[in-house]
C-alpha cells in the first residue's frame, strides 16, 4: 500500500505527508440490503485502502451488523474516512479500535498444505506449535484450522509454504475491545 | 392517522402530507399508477419537463428559491438514468430533493426486463441517501424518512425505487407524526465551550476574515441575518464562495466579494494575509483554495459546519465547530453580546487600510467598448435595470456563470442559483422554471452562455406549457467560452472544438417556441433591449452579443495562491505571453 510514484499533486498541502498508519475499524450497521455495497463504494469511490474486511450479523432481533475493516494511510485520512462512514445514514456508529486501544483481533484461516513422509510430519510438528487444529486430512495433504492475529497466520503460511501450500481461505480480521463497556 | 390505500395513493398522500405542492416529473410505463393517482386529486400540482434532467434541475431551483425539498417523479430506466446528472449536482451542492423513481415489478428486478436498470445500484454514489421499497408496508415509513434525511443535517437527494406492483398493492397508510429516524441525528447545537473559544481568538485577531459558503444559506434566512449581525458587532471584513452570496448583502461596507478562481483581488488577498479565518458553512473547495500548500500560511483557521467530514478534509483547521450554521451563529452572536466581547480596534482600521490599498486595483475593471457589448457590461446593466424588482438570477456554467457572479450583486439569501460543485452546463434554464413555480410574480431570469443554454433547451417547452414567463438572457460569444479561455491559457490557443458552429437563430427559436425573441448587438441600445425583455409578459430568448473573445478576470491560474492572481490588464496585455502564466503543475489540474 505504498504511495504511488507519480510526482507530487499540485494541491498538496500539510495533510497527507504523514506517516503511514494501519488502523482496524468497527462499524455498527442497520443489516439492510446494500449497507454493504455503501461501504465498500465509499471506500473505492473515494481512494481509500481495505486491508481486510469481514461482515456478519451480531443482534438479530435489531437488524444490527458489524463490519469490522482494516485500512491503511495517513491519521488524518483514516479520520476522515470514519466521518465519511458516520455520514452514511445506515450507519450506528464508527469506532476507530486502534484509536482507542486495547483491542483484540482476531482471524480464522484454513490452510490446505499437500506432502508426503518427513513433510507430513514437519507440517504436523509446526500446526500443534502453532495449534492448529487438522480438520481434513488425505495420505497426501492436510487442511489445518487456525486461529488467531492476522501477523500468526502470515508466519504459518510462510512456513507451510516450503513444506507444499497448496491454497489459503481466510475469513479477514473481527475484532473487539477489551473490558467490560461496549463499543 | 392510518388509512386503506395502494402504493400509489401513498405516495400521492405522503407528498400532500409533507407539505408538498410542486413536482417535476416525466411519466412513463413504471410509475402510471402514481400518475393516475396525481390526476384524481388537484393538491400536488406536477409541472411536466421535456427531459428528466430538466425535472431534477427544476427541483433544485423550487428547493433553493424556497428553501422546500425539491421533488421529482420520473420512470425507471432511462427516466432514473437521465435525471442521474441533476441528483449528483444536488449532491454537490447539498441541496434537498426526494426523487420518486419507477422500477419494474419486483418479480422482474435483475432479469433485464424492458426499462430496467439497478436505479439504487447506479445513484448510490449521487445520493445522501436512496431506498428499493420491497413492500407495501415499508413504504409510507420510506416516504416520510426520505424527506427527513434530504432536509436534515447536510441537506441532499434521496432517492426512492418503488416497483410497479408495490405501486398496486394495498397498504396501511401512516403520516408523518410518528417518524422517528433511528440512527441520522445530525448535531445542530455547537459546543458552547468551543464557541466561547471562537469568541476569545476573534477579540484577539488583528487580520481576520469571515469566509462564508453555502451553509449559511441552506441553514435558512435567520441564518444570513444572524451572520449580518455578526459582521455588524465585529467590524470583520467578510468574503463569501459563489454558493454563499447573498447571504451577506453586496452593498454592505464589509463586503470584499467573492473569493476564489475568479474572485475579487481584495476577496483572495485577504484570505491569504489574514491572521484568523473564520470559514461558515464553506468546505474549502479547490476553487477556493488554489494551492493548497500556500492557502493563507499565517492564519489560524476557525470551520462551522454540520457535516464532521467537512472538517480536515483537505484544510487542517485550528477549531472545529459542528452545527447548523442558525444554530452556531446565534450562540456565538449571544456569548459575545453577553461578554461584551471587543474587538482589537486599532489592528483592524490597519487592517481594513491595507483592504483599501487592494480594492483600490479594482479588480473587476474591464476595458469599455462602445462599439461591441462587453459581457460585463451586458451584466452590469442587467442589474442596474432588475434590482429594484423582485428578481432571482439563475445561471448555465462557464464564464457567463463567472461574469454574473463578479458584477450581478445579491443582497438576500436564496435569490441566486448556480451550479457550484459540479458545474453542470444546462443547469439554469430548468433551475430558472423550478424557480418561477415557487415565485410566479417574480422576475426570473437565467443568465446564460449560447452553448450551456442548448444543452436543455427543451424546456423552454415547459416554460411555455406553464405560461412561465422566464427570462433566458444568452451572452453569446459564440464560443464555450471558459473552455477557450482555458485552451488560451493552457493549449497554445488552439480552440479544438469549442468554436460554437451551426448555432440556431435564437430569435427565431423563442418563437418557435411560441415565445419572444430579442436580439442585441450595440451598447447603445442594451438598456431598451433589456427593458423589453423585462416588460413581456412570457418566456423571452434575450440573444445579447457580446464580446468574442473576451477572458474573465481576475484568475488565480491553476496551482497558484491567492496572492498569485492575474488581473485583467495583465492578461490583456500583448506584452504578456498569456500561456505561459499556468505552470505544468497547474496544467494537469482541472
Not at chain 1, 18 to 40: F, K, Q, W
Not at chain 2, 58 to 64: N, V
Request: aromatic share 6%.
Amino acid at each position: 500500500m505504498n504511495a504511488p510514484a507519480t510526482p507530487p499533486s499540485p494541491y498538496s498541502s500539510a495533510l497527507g505527508k504523514s506517516n503511514i498508519e494501519r488502523h482496524t475499524l468497527s462499524v455498527l450497521v442497520d443489516n439492510e440490503p446494500g449497507v454493504l455495497a455503501r461501504v465498500v463504494g465509499l471506500f473505492s469511490g473515494r481512494g481509500y485502502n481495505i486491508e481486510s474486511l469481514t461482515v456478519a450479523e451480531v443482534a438479530h432481533g435489531e437488524h444490527l451488523s458489524r463490519i469490522t475493516i482494516v485500512t491503511s494511510g495517513p491519521p488524518e485520512a483514516i479520520e476522515q474516512v470514519g466521518h465519511q462512514l458516520e455520514r452514511l445514514v445506515p450507519v450506528h456508529a464508527v469506532t476507530d479500535l486502534t484509536l482507542t486501544g486495547k483491542s483484540l483481533e482476531r482471524e480464522l484461516a484454513m490452510i490446505k498444505v499437500r506432502g508426503r513422509g518427513e513433510d507430513r510430519s514437519e507440517a504436523l510438528r509446526l500446526a500443534e506449535a502453532f495449534r492448529a487444529r487438522v480438520i481434513d486430512a488425505s495420505t497426501e495433504s492436510f487442511v489445518f484450522e487456525l486461529t488467531g492475529a492476522a501477523d500468526k497466520i502470515d508466519s504459518f503460511v510462510e512456513l507451510m509454504r516450503p513444506i507444499g501450500l497448496v491454497e489459503v481461505s481466510r475469513t479477514g480480521v473481527a475484532a473487539i475491545s477489551r473490558g467490560p463497556a461496549p463499543i | 392517522m392510518s388509512k386503506q390505500m395502494t402504493g400509489a395513493e401513498m405516495v400521492v398522500t405522503a407528498l400532500k402530507d409533507q407539505g408538498v405542492e410542486t413536482i417535476f416529473g416525466y411519466p412513463g410505463g413504471a410509475v402510471l399508477p402514481i400518475y393516475d393517482a396525481l390526476f384524481q386529486q388537484d393538491f400536488v400540482q406536477h409541472v411536466l419537463v421535456r427531459h428528466e434532467q430538466g425535472a431534477a434541475h427544476a427541483a433544485e431551483g423550487y428547493a433553493r428559491s424556497s428553501g422546500k425539498v425539491g421533488v421529482l417523479l420520473v420512470t425507471s430506466g432511462p427516466g432514473a438514468t437521465n435525471a442521474i446528472t441533476g441528483l449528483a449536482d444536488a449532491l454537490m451542492d447539498s441541496i434537498p430533493l426526494v426523487c420518486i423513481t419507477g422500477q419494474v415489478p419486483t418479480h422482474l428486478i435483475g432479469s433485464d426486463a424492458f426499462q430496467e436498470c439497478d436505479t439504487v445500484g447506479i445513484t448510490r454514489h449521487c445520493t445522501k441517501h436512496n431506498y428499493l421499497v420491497r413492500s407495501i408496508e415499508d413504504l409510507p415509513r420510506i416516504l416520510h424518512e426520505a424527506f427527513y434525511v434530504a432536509s436534515h443535517g447536510r441537506p441532499g437527494p434521496v432517492v426512492i425505487d418503488i416497483p410497479k406492483d408495490i405501486q398496486f398493492a394495498a397498504g396501511l397508510y401512516t403520516g408523518p407524526q410518528n417518524i422517528q429516524h433511528k440512527t441520522y441525528q445530525p448535531q445542530v447545537k455547537g459546543d458552547l465551550a468551543r464557541i466561547r473559544e471562537a469568541v476569545a481568538m476573534m477579540a484577539a485577531a488583528k487580520r481576520p476574515v469571515f469566509y462564508t459558503g453555502g451553509g449559511v444559506i441552506n441553514s435558512g434566512p435567520e441564518a444570513s441575518a444572524l451572520l449580518r449581525e455578526l459582521v455588524q458587532l465585529t467590524g470583520f471584513p467578510i468574503t463569501s464562495t459563489l454558493m454563499g452570496l447573498g447571504s451577506y448583502p453586496a452593498s454592505g461596507e464589509n463586503w470584499l466579494g467573492m473569493l476564489g478562481m475568479h474572485g475579487t483581488y481584495e476577496a483572495n488577498h485577504a484570505m491569504h494575509d489574514c491572521d484568523l479565518m473564520i470559514a461558515v458553512g464553506a468546505r474549502f473547495d479547490d476553487r477556493i483554495t488554489g494551492r493548497l500548500d500556500a492557502f493563507s500560511p499565517g492564519s489560524k483557521k476557525i470551520h462551522i459546519d454540520i457535516d464532521p467530514s467537512s472538517i480536515n478534509k483537505t484544510v487542517k483547521v485550528d477549531l472545529s465547530i459542528i452545527g447548523d450554521c442558525a444554530h452556531v451563529l446565534e450562540d456565538l452572536v449571544r456569548i459575545w453580546r453577553t461578554q461584551a466581547a471587543q474587538v482589537d480596534k486599532p489592528a483592524l482600521a490597519q487592517w481594513w487600510k491595507q483592504i483599501d490599498v487592494w480594492r483600490a486595483r479594482k479588480s473587476l475593471a474591464y476595458r469599455p467598448s462602445t462599439t461591441t457589448i462587453k459581457p460585463q457590461y451586458a451584466i452590469q446593466r442587467l442589474y442596474e435595470l432588475t434590482k429594484n424588482r423582485d428578481t432571482y438570477i439563475t445561471t448555465e456554467v462557464g464564464q457567463h456563470q463567472m461574469w454574473a457572479a463578479q458584477h450581478y450583486h445579491f443582497e438576500e439569501p436564496n435569490r441566486w442559483m448556480t451550479s457550484g460543485g459540479l458545474g453542470t452546463m444546462g443547469y439554469g434554464l430548468p433551475a430558472a422554471v423550478g424557480v418561477q413555480m415557487a415565485h410566479p410574480k417574480a422576475l426570473v431570469i437565467d443568465i446564460a452562455g449560447e452553448a450551456s443554454i442548448l444543452m436543455n433547451m427543451q424546456e423552454m417547452s415547459t416554460a411555455l406549457q406553464y405560461r412561465l414567463p422566464v427570462k433566458i438572457f444568452i451572452l453569446n460569444n459564440e464560443y464555450m467560452g471558459m473552455v477557450r479561455q482555458w485552451q488560451q491559457l493552457l493549449h497554445g490557443a488552439r480552440y479544438s472544438s469549442s468554436y460554437s458552429e451551426a448555432l440556431p437563430d435564437f430569435v427565431k427559436l423563442a418563437e418557435a417556441y411560441g415565445g419572444h425573441g430579442i436580439r442585441c448587438s450595440d451598447p447603445a441600445k442594451l438598456d431598451d433591449a433589456i427593458m423589453e425583455m423585462i416588460e413581456t409578459p412570457k418566456a423571452v430568448i434575450f440573444d445579447c452579443l457580446v464580446e468574442k473573445e473576451e477572458n474573465c478576470f481576475p484568475m488565480i491560474p491553476s496551482g497558484k495562491a491567492h496572492n498569485e492572481m492575474i488581473l485583467a490588464e495583465l492578461g490583456d496585455d500583448a506584452g504578456v505571453e498569456i500561456g505561459s502564466i499556468i505552470d505544468e503543475r497547474g496544467k494537469l489540474l482541472v
